[in-house]
């Protein structure tokens, strides 16, 4: 954090933000709720203003449509050393930084296996792989519940969706870490980073490129061979994004969960009170899991780009600016949340802003819901657990914020 003359400014760069960002966004909420930074670009802070951008259409989630002549040089994302054209890069963009027609038609052929129905016929099979996961961890005693829980549990769940091998799963966890961290903006990143994403990214093509292959020639019941077949169909999908699609998918199917899950796991080890409240509350969850999803936050930032000249509570946005929107200060608001630093699992409304809105609320939303709904009453049903060490250990992510170890004791219930 850096003062810009009198004020408070935000800067991505202090690494307190890694540890524990809630005092520093407090601050900011309170004295520079929409500042520029010194970077150029404006940030946001407010759970009002951060939502009147995501429903406003004037807004755009294609990161490319910044005026760089408004941002510093060292905030511009350098795509000189890329070893993938612009064209293409252009193509491969995710539907999540797309908007329509394209992001209407690629968010369209995806979104049928992610309907409630679809996530529902997937709860016994979560609840088969959490059920073994805490098994062998209990033959352990002493585990770190990343590794053995949070992880594994949302990779099985959509590699089983898009039917990935169960023996081509250990190599996904170094590539994903890998474009996880890449988002967080290139000036916060070492030449090796930058290098480890472009690495990830170009393992995951050559992978899923040798698996569409397969599922042209032998389709299956899974989400690779209904793809695979939209885009034989003609326009409505290109190889490249269908590539882009599948990595997607793969990786934003379980990144944010594996931080919902194990920040919620320190959260309630933290606050034991709310434990009961939890395990009280069998027959319905949801709201247990929006809490969670409010206060953990896994998704810390998210960005859009004004597209015409624009005013939020009193402030002009310029065409081109861009507006980063601090999603984990917005979700601990006090005009939005009563007492918002404290976990209450009773909390009777949540209207937090984890999964995003309007045209881009995730996709997988509804799977990462459930997954945590299932896991987290199992778990704490299930056994004890008791903190190895009372410091969270959090990986230097900023934008997808998630512990990078979970040391823990876990005994069997009695």
Known sequence: MSRGGQQLIYDPRDRNFVVDPYPLYQRLRSENPIHKSDLGFRVVTRHADCLSILKDRRFSSNGRRADPELLKPEAIRNIRDSEIPIEIQEEMAPFLFKDPPDHTRLRGLVAKAFTPRVVESLRDSVLEVADRLIDESLAVGTVDLVESFAYPLPVAIISEMLGIPVEDRAMFKKWSEALARGLDPDFLLTEDLVQMRMNGFLSFIMYFTGLIEERRKDPRQDLVSLLVSVEEEGDKLSHPELLSTLILLLVAGHETTVNLLSGSIISLLQNPDQIEVLLGNQDDLRNSVEELLRFVSPVQWTGRVATEKTEVSGEIFAPGEFALM??????????????????????????????????????GAPLARMEAQVALHLIFSKTNLKLVNNEPIYKDNLVLRGLAQLPVTITRAS
């Open 326 to 363: 601090l999603i984990g200060s917005a979700n601990r608001d006090p005009d939005a949340f009563s007492d918002p630093e404290s976990l209450n699992l009773a909390r009777p409304e949540v209207n937090h802003l984890g999964f995003g809105f309007g045209l881009h609320h995730c996709l």
